[in-house]
């Protein structure tokens, strides 16, 4: 097998790297959590991973779960998207920018990049001088299926 068939090599390398970097210890509870977040694809809040990873390590808590996905985030792993009172984390490797959608109703979130949007911020923010190096979109509103429900009663 060569090193190129795990998928998630580069991640674990800067995982890898980031402990080293600061001087922390190997903690098993952390590989744990590392090896089941790197098999997510979504937007997770900390519950969410909490119950993935307790169906295999139940001895870990959720204080560790969110310290641990915060580190995540500083090692460029993971991203935290603050929404109406809830924080989330997603995979960040190597992923392009892009903006959410977010229903209200159930908490689906829809993944969205347009470039039109990002040349306009570009275009208003250069008429006031102003220089982006972020943003964060976070759209709110129903969903097909919550709009459909919403109907029906
Ligand atoms: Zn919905
Ligand atoms: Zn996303």
């Not at 590392?34 to 993935?52: A, P, Y």
């Not at 307790?54 to 603050?82: I, N, S």
């Not at 008429?127 to 109907?151: M, P």
Request: hydrophobic residues 35%; aromatic residues 8%.
């Amino acid at each position: 097998m060569s090193a190129d068939a795990d998928p998630v090599r580069e991640e674990r390398e800067a995982w890898n790297a980031y402990i080293a970097k600061n001087g922390l210890k190997r903690s098993e509870q952390r590989e744990a959590i590392l090896d089941v977040f790197l098999r997510t694809e979504s937007h997770l809040s900390v519950e969410d991973l909490l119950k993935l990873v307790q169906k295999k390590r139940p001895d870990v808590g959720r204080t560790t779960v969110y310290r641990t996905l915060k580190l995540f985030a500083a090692a460029g792993l993971a991203r935290e998207l603050h929404l109406d009172g809830e924080t989330r984390f997603e995979r960040d490797w190597n992923r392009e920018h892009h903006d959410h959608f977010i229903c209200r109703s159930c908490g689906a979130i829809f993944e969205f990049k347009s470039d039109q949007i990002e040349q306009l911020q570009e275009e208003i923010a250069a008429e006031i001088g102003f220089v982006i190096d972020g943003h964060r979109h976070h759209i709110y509103g129903l969903c097909q299926r919550c709009q459909a429900k919403a109907k029906g009663r």
